[in-house]
Every structure is written in C-alpha cells, then in structure tokens.
C-alpha cells in the first residue's frame, strides 16, 4: 500500500483542501502517515501571499527529496498556479497541480502527470464534498476566487474570479457534518463576502445565512470579510440569531485612507471606526480581528501613524500584523517610493506590542463571564484539562469530570487567567 504525508501552507481553504485530498486519496487505497520521511508521496499544498511563503514552498521541497530521493513530490495550491513556469526548473519537484487541478489527485500521482490549468477559464465552482472528517469544527467552502484586484494582491491570479458554491450543495455539506456529529461549521473561501454576486438573481451572504440559521448545525462562524460586506441589516439579522458565534475578522489592510486608496480598497478608515463600534454595540463580548499590513509603498511615517493611532482607539480584540511583500504582476510592485525592510520590520514590532495589548484587554475582560464551550479535546494527558472554545473564540481550560465530553457544547464560567495567561474555567 502506496503512503503519502500533506503539508499545508496558509489559509483555512487550503486546509480543507487538504482535508479532501486526503479523503480522495485514502478511498483510492492510499494510506496517510505521520512522518514525511518515510511517505511514498508527499504534497505541498501551498501558499503564496507573500514572497515568504513561495520560499517556505520551496525550502520545504527540496529537504523532503534530499532526505528520500525516492519520494515522489507533488506541490499544488497557489504557489504551483502563480510559478509554474518558472517552477519546472527544479527537479525536487516531480508533479505540479493548480488550484482546480488538484482534486484530480489521484490521476495525477498514477500517471505523473502535471496540470495547471488557466485559472481564469474556470467558470463555476468546483464542489466537493466532504464526508470523513476527524475534527470538532468542520470548514465548509463557500466560495472561491476573488474579483477585488487589490494592488498588493495575486490571490485573483492564483485562484480566479469569484464563484459561488450553490445553496444546495453547502446544506447537504452541513448535513453531512450534522449527521457526523459536528456541532460548528466555519464558513471559508477566498473572499466569502462576495458569495451569491455570480449567480443569476445575485444573492447575498445573508441570503445564505438565513438558510443555514434552519439547519441542525448548532453553531456557525464567518470567516474574513471586508467591511464594505457587513451593513446594519446582517448585523442585526447575526445579533438575533442562536448559532451564529460573535467572531468576527475584517480585512482592514489598514487604516489610513491614503494608503487604503493606493491598495485599491474601497472604504475609509472611518468606515472601519464606525464598524468596529457598531460591532460592539450589538453584541456582547464580541471577537473582532483584523489584518493591517505596514510598509506599504509610500507609507510615511504619518501615515503609519495614522492607522496606529486608529488601531489603538478602535475597538478591535485582535491585529494580524504584516509587513508589506512585493509580489510580481501587482500594480503596488511597481509604484515609487518603496518601503526598506528596516523600517517594515520596526513598524511590525511596534504594531505586534499593540496587538498584544488588545487581547490582553479582550481576554481579562471576558474572565469572569458565563458561556458555552465546544469542547475540543479530551482531557490532556500532561496537564489533565479539558479544553474548548467559546463563541468568541477564546480557548478555556478546565477540570476534566472524568466523562468523554469531546464535541460537546457545555456550559462553563470563565474563573481565572492563570500563570501561563491561560484562561480556565469550570463545567456548570
């Protein structure tokens, strides 16, 4: 029997990308092993939002066939779509797949054969379900592609226009999942806000929301948004609902509105101010993340300014920070007045110590508070604790009562932050 090993680079689609290749593969007789020295094949399912993560891709490759020569390596996802070209040079890597190609899996590998195909000939979404799924929070795909063209951005080049999947398939995923005993579905994509605008009678998110809010799912979470998707009616439509969990991450990039222009985003700093307020207003405790990135061509130092001094007034519980990457074929590639690695790398630090700040802040106010918790692992067998997750997404540990209560939902108080800025809690 053939053994393979998955990696996987970056974003939640990619990892239920993943999680369906490896189902694929396993139904076709192929056994998934732990240690990827000793696969028959392994594949990188990659990234590449920022030139840092084409040379993990790269790095990861080249170790995996100089510790086995025998080992038969397959890179796909958007590093294999965005560099195929230029990528054939190298002899570590045996096969290449593209984003859509790479649920031809299977063929591929019995075959060797390669294919990456035009990602902008793809016109519909290419669904596929998921039925064997190991883990407590199923990830549903909505939607892939995006149509934004951020000047910073491949992602459109990597993964196409945007296509929705059809109502239809993501309920029978949801039931899928139900029937499984998954109690929580993340809804994912590569730029979920956009769902429905493809389709003949141009639906909404919200749309989709109120279908899934009849459904036997228990609880559902967003993934990212732009803040431009998210208006006062599906607010109060999610503050009414009893499975929607209040976590929220908006794509902001920044917030300062000369920057936000020259990334070809299409709201102003204001926008986002008066989101993130409204946010919570109609919710209790909610979890808000974000992106920024820092050094973005042109960005002067008043205007890094600008965006730290609205991050640090926001409401915001979590920032993601970055350092702008130059990517190939991008309008901001090409601009003037380009950002040093220097100066990127100490904005970073400076907005890393903020972000820090705001969860701290977020996490002591949540102790104290009454909740739910999906409780994700049995008790660990170094410390004995229980540990789930609260709607808003923070991670509790607690007392095991001596039952196997993985992949439930139980009530808990949040009783401390600990020595190890942990928060614990007890069962209710």
């Known amino acids: 029997m053939k053994t393979f090993f998955i990696k996987t680079h970056g974003c939640k689609a990619n990892q239920l990308e993943s999680d369906i290749l490896k189902e694929k593969l396993s139904n076709a007789g192929y056994k998934e092993i732990t240690k990827p020295d000793c696969a028959d094949i392994f594949i990188l399912n990659s990234c590449s939002v920022t030139e840092n993560a084409d040379i993990d891709a790269l790095r990861t490759l080249r170790n995996v066939k100089h510790k086995n020569d025998k080992i038969i390596t397959v890179l796909t996802g958007c590093s294999a779509q965005l560099n195929e070209q230029s990528l054939k040079q190298?002899?570590?890597?045996?096969?290449?797949?593209?984003?859509?190609?790479?649920?031809?899996?299977?063929?591929?590998?019995q075959t060797r054969n390669s294919s990456v195909e035009d990602i902008f000939n793809i016109k519909e979404f290419n669904n596929q379900f998921i039925h064997t799924y190991s883990k407590t929070r199923g990830y549903l795909k909505i939607q892939d592609g995006c149509n934004n063209y951020c000047?910073?951005?491949?992602?459109?080049?990597?993964?196409?226009?945007?296509?929705?999947?059809?109502?239809?398939?993501?309920?029978?995923?949801?039931?899928?999942?139900?029937d499984s005993g998954i109690q929580e579905v993340v809804l994912t994509g590569i730029h979920?806000?956009?769902?429905?605008?493809?389709?003949?009678?141009?639906?909404?998110?919200?749309?989709?929301?109120e279908e899934i809010e009849n459904t036997n799912i228990k609880r559902y979470r967003l993934g990212s948004l732009n803040p431009l998707e998210i208006n006062d009616k599906m607010l109060d439509f999610l503050a009414e609902s009893q499975k929607f969990c209040p976590h929220f991450h908006l794509s902001l990039q920044s917030l300062c509105d000369k920057t936000l222009a020259g990334m070809n985003r299409h709201y102003t700093a204001?926008?986002?101010?008066?989101?993130?307020?409204?946010?919570?207003?109609?919710?209790t405790l909610p979890f808000i993340g974000s992106d920024i990135i820092v050094g973005f061509p042109d960005e002067s130092d008043e205007d890094f300014s600008i965006t730290y001094n609205n991050a640090s007034i926001s409401g915001l519980s979590a920032i993601h920070v970055f350092p702008y990457s130059i990517r190939k074929n991008t309008k901001a590639a090409?601009?003037?007045?380009?950002?040093d690695e220097k100066t990127k790398h100490a904005r970073s630090e400076t907005f890393h110590k903020?972000?820090?700040?705001?969860l701290q802040t977020f996490?002591?106010?949540?102790?104290?508070?009454?909740?739910?918790?999906?409780?994700?692992?049995?008790?660990?067998?170094?410390?004995?604790?229980?540990?789930?997750?609260?709607?808003n997404y923070l991670t509790v540990?607690?007392?095991?009562?001596?039952?196997?209560?993985?992949?439930?939902i139980q009530n808990v108080e949040i009783t401390a932050l600990n020595k190890d800025n942990r928060l614990e809690g007890k069962i209710l």
């Open 151 to 178: 000047s910073y951005c491949t992602i459109p080049f990597a993964r196409g226009n945007s296509r929705s999947n059809t109502i239809k398939n993501i309920l029978e995923q949801i039931k899928i999942y139900t």
């Open 90 to 109: 190298y002899d570590f890597i045996d096969i290449m797949l593209g984003n859509n190609d790479k649920f031809d899996i299977v063929n591929a590998i």
């Open 354 to 358: 903020l972000a820090s700040e705001k």
């Open 192 to 209: 979920i806000g956009q769902w429905g605008e493809d389709f003949a009678d141009k639906q909404t998110l919200l749309n989709l929301l």
């Open 334 to 339: 090409q601009m003037k007045n380009q950002i």
């Open 363 to 391: 996490i002591n106010k949540n102790t104290g508070t009454k909740t739910t918790v999906l409780i994700e692992k049995n008790p660990d067998k170094h410390t004995g604790k229980l540990k789930g997750v609260t709607p």
């Open 270 to 283: 204001t926008d986002c101010l008066d989101l993130i307020e409204n946010i919570n207003k109609k919710f």
């Open 397 to 408: 540990y607690f007392d095991s009562t001596g039952k196997n209560l993985c992949n439930t």
